[in-house]
């Protein structure tokens, strides 16, 4: 009985330690992932290599912070001013303050000086930090 | 009388034979489940012919509809905090005029979008956000619906449903299905169906009587480890009043122009 359960206890202990190393404390947010998946809504979309099963933000700049780990949407205007953003991140909420603006029948999100451009990724909208229109 | 007592040494070592023997149990699959359970290791058929003939009546009947719409209360499991399934709610409404006109409305906690589609093109605006997306289009619903899924990862709504009904066939194969036996969904005596593909098992509660219509439909993704759910119930009106201006979006004068990002091009296909 005792060798059970130290083989259950030591078995939770590698995984806790595992998920932790891959997660991150969940205290500190520094999630740039706003879920760790989504339930697909369609069996005939497995047939194709749509990327809408997981909601993984492929923000390459990983001090803009984008959620908190309840999936929470964060202000990130601090994070815009202190550093330029790389063209071709891309993110799923915008910062606070943005000024939309339409040019040659293509809508642009001035936030703060750095240029977002939304476009549906699948059904859900996706802003791509894009040069200045 | 003496004190009957077990040699020391069994209490010490550690019960070794025991744990040998749980191991060779479980992966025996021997462990015991529930008399009736659909175990899919057990004997018989791994294609149930009762669930695909009860899918099929179903197939036939969507089919045969001239014209539909379908109210869908639905949730959506979506994993943060580690490991928790938060449940995303959504109500769609969605009209049909076989071969080429749809219109989609749907309210979920991510917004309210709006698909229509003309036999030309689909357009998709999404409040409040007022984003307004126009595609061109192939000039019937399947191929509509394919092309949405293949060039820009646009699922509409109760995808699956829209596409048998409109002569398609998932291109999922079924690894093993079965007949779980009779359901009642929203006071309506159903057939409950369960399949299992590649990546997702679904699972289809049919409507007995005159209109096997889907009731209810479950999807668990097998692709991603927590296994998250869809689930939605259906109600249908077989013949509605249809109006040609419910196929042309109004969208407000206002409303801002987004394109639909493209998928990269496959590698290769993928047929699962």
Redesign the interface.
Known sequence: MVLQRSIIWRYALSTATLAAAVLGSGAHAQAVVRSAGVARTSVHATNVHTTNVTNVNVSRNVNVVHYDHWGHPLATAAAVTATAIAVGTIVHSLPPSCTTVVTAGVTYQNCGGTFYQPMYQGTNVQYVVVNAP | MQAFGRPRVWAVV???PI?IVAALLAVGGLSATPAGAAAPSSAGPAIDAAATETVDRMKEYLRSLPAFTVHAQ?T?????????K?Q?SIETDITVKKPNRLRAFGVGD?GR?TFVYDGKSLA?Y?EP?N?L?TAPAPPTLREMLDAM??R????L????IL?VATG?E???KVLESSDIGRSRVAGVECEHLAFR????D?QIWVEQGARPLPRKLV???R??P?A???SALLSWDVSPTIDETMFQLKPPPGA??????E?PE?RQP???
């Open positions: 550690p019960s070794i744990l639905g959506k499991e979506e994993i943060v905090n580690r490991d928790f938060l995303r991510e979008r998709l999404l956000d984003y997306a899924l293949e820009y990862g646009v699922e709504p109760l995808l699956d596409y398609g998932l291109g999922t593909g590649p990546k997702a679904w999807i668990t993704t692709d991603n927590t998250p759910q869809f801002l122009p987004i394109p639909f990002k998928l496959p993928s047929k699962k």
